[in-house]
T-cell receptor
């Protein structure tokens, strides 16, 4: 069955560093991947979508890559700030609805 | 622009009591609507989705049901709550013709005691 895996449950980094989160998919080839941000007690908020024919996409301090050979997407936050602390979810097409990973909780310390 | 509302925000209910959670979307027509449950460490679990009024598909057989009485209204119900129904319930929509990005509501925190 189609699977989305975010291997790291938690990631702790210092302010100003680049955070890199990983999303791996197995048993299918999605046409796109998406990244969402979720704050505690809130619903997920869409950040970026990258298609299979796009290697990289950027939005302000965010960068997403899509490697169809490695079956992987990387999500980078450059010059990280404590306000970037949240859970980040990877998602891909799943027929009737998106398939979500379990998320990686990022903590940025000052 | 579109907005999505859920209520109540928080709910504490005894085991065996009924449940009704409501979700409404404004600013769009004929969206796809979804109910998810999020439990700690388990990610987002799709419960129901709807592509139109009266059309409900269930992804996971369980103690819950859903209804879509109006185009932009989606209701999650239960006749008798179980302890295992506790969790964070999220409603989401997809814009018609844009079958990619989902937009989520603020969620309802349900605690069954």
């Amino acid at each position: 069955s189609q699977k989305i895996e975010q291997n790291s449950e938690a990631l702790n980094i210092q302010e100003g560093k680049t955070a890199t989160l990983t999303c791996n998919y197995t048993n299918y080839s999605p046409a796109y991947l998406q990244w969402y941000r979720q704050d505690p007690g809130r619903g997920p908020v869409f950040l970026l979508l990258i298609r299979e024919n796009e290697k990289e996409k950027r939005k302000e301090r965010l960068k997403v890559t899509f490697d169809t050979t490695l079956k992987q997407s990387l999500f980078h936050i450059t010059a990280s700030q404590p306000a970037d602390s949240a859970t980040y979810l990877c998602a891909s097409e799943g027929g009737t609805a998106l398939i979500f990973g379990k998320g990686t909780t990022l903590s940025v310390s000052s | 622009s579109q907005t999505i509302h859920q209520w109540p925000a928080t709910l504490v209910q005894p085991v065996g009591s009924p449940l009704s959670l409501e979700c409404t979307v404004e600013g769009t027509s004929n969206p796809n609507l979804y109910w998810y449950r999020q439990a700690a460490g388990r990610g987002l679990q799709l419960l129901f989705y709807s592509v139109g009024i009266g059309q409900i598909s269930s992804e996971v057989p369980q103690n819950l049901s859903a209804s879509r009485p109006q185009d932009r209204q989606f209701i999650l119900s239960s006749k008798k709550l179980l302890l295992s129904d506790s969790g964070f319930y999220l409603c989401a929509y997809l814009l018609a013709g844009h079958q990619e990005t989902q937009y989520f509501g603020p969620g309802t925190r349900l605690l069954v005691l």
